[in-house]
C-alpha cells in the first residue's frame, strides 16, 4: 500500500496519539491536531488525502471546520469522528460533504475499511 | 400564577438535568474511547512482537494513560452521583463549595466547546448553608449557560465564592467579549432566578459587567 496522508483532528491528545500509532504500525502516514485552527494549518502545508476529523473540537464547530476543509480541496475526504451519536450533526456533515461517519469509541478495522472506503472514492475521481 | 410558575420551573429543571446528562455521558465516552486505543495499541505493539522489555517505558506509559482515564471517569461519576442524590432531599446543610464543584466539572465540557475556560476561586473556609442544593445548582448553571452563550470564543467564567457576616456569596464573573449569543428559547430569564433565590431566603444581582451574584442566608442568621 502507498503512503497515504491522513489528518486526524480531536482535541483528546491521548486519544489521538494512541490511534495515530495505531494506524502508523498499519502503514499509513498520520499527522494530528488538537484544534481546527491547527488542521487547517497543516492541510495548508500538505494536503491529506483523508481527514478524520472530531465534530466537537474546541475553537470552530467540527460542521464550519468541515465546510473550510471542502473548500479548500473538495477532493479531500473526511471521516467525521462523533462521541454521542449526534444524528443532526451527522446528517448536516453528510449534506456538507463528509464521505462518512464513525462512533466512538472507535473500532479499528471499522474504521480502516472506512479509509480505505474512502481513498478507493478520492482515487476514483482523480 | 403560582402552578404556572412551578410547573415552567420543572420543565426548566428538566432540561438542565438533559444537558448534564449530555456532558457526562460525552465525557465518559471519551474516555472510553481513549481507554479503547490505548489497549488496542498494546494489543498491536504485542501481535507485532513490539512490546519487548526494551520498550517496557511506553508501554508502561500506555498503562499510566489507561489508569488516568479510569480515575477521570471515576472522578466524574462520583459527582453525577453526588449531583443526582442532591435532589433526594429538598433543603439540607451543605458546603457551598462542593456543590459548585461538582457542577464545574459537569459543565466544564460546554464550556471548552467555545474555548472558554471556567476557574474556580473557592473561600477556603466557608460556612455551611440551610438550602435547596439542587435548586441552587439548577440557579448557578443557569448563570453560568446564559454567559457561555453570550462570551466570544478563548474567554474566561470565575466562579468565586466568599463570606460575609449574613451570608455566603457566589460570583459569577464573565472576562472576555460579549458577542450576540445565538437564539435560545429555553435560556432562563432573569425574573425566574430572582424568584428562585427569594424563595431560598437569598438575593441574586446582575451586577454591571453581566456579573451575577447569589448571597445565601447562613446557617445560623
Redesign the interface.
Known sequence: MPHMRLLLVD??V??TL??A??LQ?RKYDVRTAGSALEALALIKEQLPDVIILDL?I??MDGIETLKTIKKIDPEIEVIMLT??GDVKSVEEGIKSGAFEYIM???D?EELIVKINKALAKKNKEQ | MEHKFEEGLRLLQLHFIGKILAGFTHEIKNYLAIIKESAGLMEDLIKLGKASESDSGQNLEIIHSIEEQIEKANTLFRYLNRFAHRMDIQFATFNVNESLEELAALVTRFANQKKISIEKDFHEAIPPVYSNPSLLQFVVYSALEEKIRNLDKNSKIAIQTGVDENSVRIRIVPEGNFVQGEGDTTSISYKILEKIVMQLGGNILQESGRETLIMLPLTNS
Do not use: N, S, T
Request: charge should be negative.
Open positions: 482535541d483528546e491521548e486519544f494512541a490511534l500509532e495505531r504500525l466537537k474546541p475553537g462521541g454521542h466512538k469509541p472507535v479499528i
